[in-house]
């Protein structure tokens, strides 16, 4: 009759703690996938919601000035003046909780909080253009976009709450003012088109675009900052 003990004192062979490290690997090798994809899209909802509350909060301000616009910092110049995000803040629920893109790296999130900033961008050839400056005189609002997401490539302050779209001759300079990638999982690809961004329109409703959607728009020699014209 077989000694228990034998077999009561038996360890792990090489062979079978390989066996099990192999299966964990391969486990985290599905799991965390599926959950970097959940995160992800977690965060690109909570971005979608804080523009669309943006959104509502402009259309809301227009509504009681004569349809204008709140200004950037570009337009007034003024340094000591607060980002337009605060020029809204009475038509939005938390405005410090709106304002910042919870996919931003969080050291960027932190400083955003801290320079009293902004995420999100102002489209500057809709608020410091005379000819669009109030809502009504923008001929497609459905196809004008009025925010952006900041690129991380430029750091956050009180008064980097525009872009600046006529120097979007060429995709990089677009690079340069937001992040098309903002949501992807892992990191930045070489050409920055892994990925998508959420965008809002001046109706009030947001997109989630690709970036390589967005950069087809230059390819075609049109630049998305410039407001559309009714054919």
Avoid at 97 to 113: E, F, G
Avoid at 177 to 184: F, L
Wanted: hydrophobic share 40%.
């Amino acid at each position: 009759m077989p000694d228990p003990r034998r077999f009561a004192n038996r360890g792990f062979t090489l062979i079978e703690v390989l066996v099990v490290v192999a299966i964990v690997l391969a486990l985290l090798g599905l799991i965390v996938p599926v959950m970097s994809r959940a995160t992800m899209s977690a965060n690109a909802a909570k971005c979608a919601s804080n523009l669309r509350q943006i959104g509502t909060g402009l259309l809301l301000y227009t509504h009681d000035h004569a349809g204008a616009f709140p200004q950037t910092t570009h337009t007034h110049g003024t340094m000591g003046e607060e980002s337009w995000i605060y020029g809204i803040a009475d038509y939005l629920d938390k405005v410090d909780q709106v304002r910042v893109c919870p996919a931003d790296p969080s050291k960027r999130r932190k400083r955003i909080i801290d320079q009293k900033g902004s995420s999100y961008g102002l489209n500057d050839l809709v608020f410091d253009n005379p000819n669009y400056y109030r809502i009504q005189l923008i001929p497609l609002r459905s196809k004008t976009i009025l925010a952006f997401i900041l690129s991380e490539d430029r750091a956050p302050s009180r008064t980097r709450d525009h872009i600046h779209g006529d120097d979007w001759g060429v995709w990089e300079n677009a690079l340069y003012d937001v992040e098309v990638d903002r949501h992807r999982t892992g990191r930045r690809a070489a050409d920055r088109l892994k990925g998508s961004a959420n965008y809002l329109f001046a109706d009030g409703h947001v997109e989630n675009m690709l970036a390589e959607d967005f950069k087809a728009y230059f390819d075609k020699g049109i630049n998305p900052a410039e407001p559309p014209q009714i054919p």
